[in-house]
């Protein structure tokens, strides 16, 4: 809660009338955005991190719509080592 407190004050301070933006848009994008700096400031994961986890869940789910059922281990992991010997011989199309 503070830090959108934080956020409104700060859009108040910057905003600027002659941009012709409405300030209850600016307003809200300003306090969005302290309290996700701030969420992320407590995060005790890297970005990096949560990204590698969400990349591995939708691969799971690519792989679950592939098989028409849910994913072992073993066909996981395959789908993995797959994707990494790809990205070995062209590193340009991976991440």
Avoid at 3 to 22: I, K, T
Avoid at 42 to 71: I, N, T
């Amino acid at each position: 809660m503070q830090c959108g407190v934080f956020g409104l004050v700060d859009a108040v301070e910057r905003f600027d009338p002659q941009r012709c933006v409405r300030f209850e848009s600016y307003a809200g994008q300003r306090i969005r955005g302290a309290i996700l700096d701030e969420l992320r400031a407590q995060d005790w994961v890297p970005r990096s991190v949560r990204d590698r986890v969400r990349e591995l869940d939708r691969a799971q789910e690519r792989l679950e719509a592939r098989l028409r059922r849910g994913a072992t281990e073993g066909a996981g992991g395959r789908a993995r080592a797959c994707r990494r010997t790809r990205c070995a011989r062209s590193p340009g199309r991976c991440r």
